[in-house]
């Protein structure tokens, strides 16, 4: 039977799937949430040491069994998933994406704003093999624009004080580098063939369809994700004062596996002030690395040899 003329062409290989991230458009922060933001978050750090010192060790188990099976175990996957999203929802607070405090849970369900989409799927078990060669480009971008962030922290902290929100460019940029990170660990993890790509954003009339989806791809739910809370109810894990939510919330949370209608990362379009701070992330990561070796050598060089004093016995 012959297909409509406006049916869409299917892809003819395997789809390659990006971790994708969802973190709503920036709006008004309080001010004391912003003041005490890393306070705040030290129990979720804490946390997030635990949980990565186990989920390198079965990240290794993965490794492994993806190495002979071409795929990483369902258990191995579910947990590595979880505590990917947990550590990205930390980061999202920490870098003042959101004014939310994330909950202590791997999987939040659908009220919380900030998602992570990933579809562990088949792997090619000679990049399996390589994984850490061929993730070393990627490691060091990713070091890179972190670093650059985190040397910029306590400017954008000042900025974000002082506004009471996270300017636009300023948004994207962070954004952008979260998604990065992200992506990054999700490919160390296998939990996705995809490598780390698209730093400066996205171009939502070539690779996205009307929602940010793949064009021939349906959105998947998470799994232990639920649909979102009932209208009125604060979302989970809001920070004390938090707005309500409202019967649009809940309609966009009760369509599993959906990117909320307000999400501002799929497609993440950037303008280009956001691609220029994500450029000077990159400089200032850049030039912080070499100021600290350099420092590091120059005390190294300082210390000088260890005196040897002999003693002779006639």
């Known amino acids: 039977m012959a297909q409509p003329m406006w049916s869409h062409p299917q892809p003819m290989g395997p789809f390659e799937w990006l971790p994708a991230l969802d973190v709503p458009e920036p709006a008004r922060q309080r001010r004391w949430t912003v003041l005490l933001r890393w306070l705040l978050l030290i129990p979720q750090f804490v946390v997030v040491v635990v949980l990565g010192i186990c989920a ?12 002979f099976t071409g795929a990483l175990p369902g258990p191995i996957a579910r947990f590595l998933a979880g505590y990917l999203g947990y550590e990205t929802r930390v980061h999202a607070a920490a870098m003042l994406l959101v004014d939310h405090y994330p909950p202590f849970a791997m999987w939040p369900g659908a009220a919380y704003p900030v998602h992570v989409e990933v579809r562990p799927g088949p792997l090619n078990r000679l990049a399996v093999f390589f994984r850490l060669i061929l993730l070393i480009p990627a490691a060091i971008v990713q ?8 040397a910029l922290a306590v400017i954008i902290w000042i900025i974000t004080l002082v506004l009471g929100r996270l300017p636009r460019p300023l948004f994207e940029a962070t954004a952008a580098a979260l998604r990065y990170s992200m992506r990054f660990t999700a490919y160390v993890f296998m939990l996705t063939s995809a490598y780390p790509k698209r730093l400066f954003g996205d171009e939502p009339e070539k690779e996205f369809g009307a929602q940010g989806t793949a064009p021939g791809t349906a959105p998947e ?24 939510r409202t019967p649009q919330d809940a309609a966009h949370g009760a369509v599993p596996g959906t990117a909320a209608a307000s999400s501002a990362t799929r497609p993440l379009v950037m303008s280009t002030a956001g691609q ?35 003693v002779t016995v006639s």
């Open 143 to 150: 070091s890179l624009v972190m670093s650059g962030w985190y």
């Open 276 to 310: 220029v701070l994500v450029a000077v992330f990159l400089v200032v990561g850049l030039a912080s690395t070499v100021i600290s070796n350099a420092e590091s050598d120059w005390n190294d060089d300082s210390a000088g040899p260890a005196e040897t004093t002999v």
């Open 221 to 244: 739910t998470a799994p232990g994700t639920a649909p979102g809370g009932e209208p009125g109810a604060v979302p989970e894990g809001a920070w004390p004062g938090a707005a309500p």
């Open 56 to 67: 390198f060790f079965v990240m290794v188990a993965g490794w492994f069994c993806a190495l």
